[in-house]
């Protein structure tokens, strides 16, 4: 391509990459990497996505407000307290940041959309699959081992946020969590790259 049309062609919009898995898929791993590599800050965003949707579940019950703009509001206001967006000098490109997040629900990628988008911000979702066998395999006798009871709760919690995503939810791609760290991480980029322009 010609320095003129590369000069044409529109500048890609800003987005953000939100990871989204549990606490055993090495999502921080791959944040850091991949921040490394779109040269944008890496925010561990889980506590911010708790404190929401914490927020958001029990305003909401009482009927007075609605959960979409009370997780928008909490979670605005929380990413912000991590230094989120960050300043035009410590990007090097159209991603603004990688957020790590928890496992992610469709009516809290709602409100995740909603939020990024009133700032002009793009969402990204990968969210990194894992099934719920795999998931006890690797917690149950790891968290609570002295209450089976509680440590089976805590699952059955962890479980009912593996949502898959719905067909319409264009800016989200799955992946399989099982992979070994370099290959996911290569898959990851070819899916943001896609999803970045839209495809």
């Given at each position: 391509?010609?320095e003129?049309?590369?000069?044409l062609?529109?500048?890609p919009?800003?987005?953000?990459?939100?990871?989204?898995?549990t606490?055993?898929?090495?999502?921080?791993t791959?944040a850091?990497?991949?921040?490394?590599?779109?040269?944008?800050?890496?925010?561990?965003?889980g506590m911010?996505q708790?404190s929401?949707?914490?927020g958001?579940?029990?305003?909401?019950?009482?009927?007075r407000y609605?959960?979409?703009?009370v997780?928008?509001?909490?979670w605005?206001?929380?990413?912000?307290?991590l230094?989120?967006?960050p300043?035009?000098k410590?990007?090097k490109?159209p991603c603004?940041?990688?957020?790590?997040?928890l496992a992610?629900?469709?009516?809290?990628?709602?409100a995740?959309?909603?939020a990024?988008?009133?700032q002009?911000?793009k969402?990204?979702f990968?969210?990194?699959?894992?099934t719920k066998e795999?998931?006890s395999g690797?917690t149950?006798?790891?968290e609570h081992?002295?209450?089976v009871?509680?440590?089976n709760l805590?699952?059955?919690?962890?479980?009912?946020?593996l949502e898959?995503p719905?067909?319409?939810e264009?800016?989200?791609?799955?992946v399989?969590?099982?992979?070994?760290?370099?290959v996911?991480?290569?898959e990851?980029?070819?899916?943001v790259?896609?999803?970045?322009?839209?495809?």
């Amino acid at each position: 391509m010609s320095e003129a049309a590369a000069s044409l062609s529109p500048s890609p919009s800003p987005f953000v990459v939100l990871l989204c898995g549990t606490y055993v898929t090495g999502k921080e791993t791959l944040a850091f990497t991949l921040a490394e590599h779109y040269g944008c800050p890496k925010i561990k965003a889980g506590m911010s996505q708790f404190s929401a949707y914490s927020g958001a579940r029990t305003q909401s019950r009482s009927g007075r407000y609605d959960y979409t703009q009370v997780f928008c509001r909490i979670w605005w206001a929380k990413l912000q307290q991590l230094g989120f967006p960050p300043d035009e000098k410590d990007v090097k490109g159209p991603c603004r940041a990688v957020l790590s997040c928890l496992a992610t629900r469709r009516q809290d990628r709602d409100a995740i959309r909603e939020a990024m988008r009133a700032q002009s911000l793009k969402p990204i979702f990968i969210i990194l699959n894992i099934t719920k066998e795999t998931l006890s395999g690797r917690t149950l006798g790891v968290e609570h081992p002295e209450d089976v009871e509680f440590a089976n709760l805590k699952l059955e919690e962890k479980a009912r946020f593996l949502e898959l995503p719905g067909e319409d939810e264009t800016d989200v791609a799955l992946v399989d969590s099982m992979l070994e760290m370099d290959v996911l991480a290569g898959e990851i980029k070819g899916l943001v790259g896609r999803l970045s322009k839209g495809e």
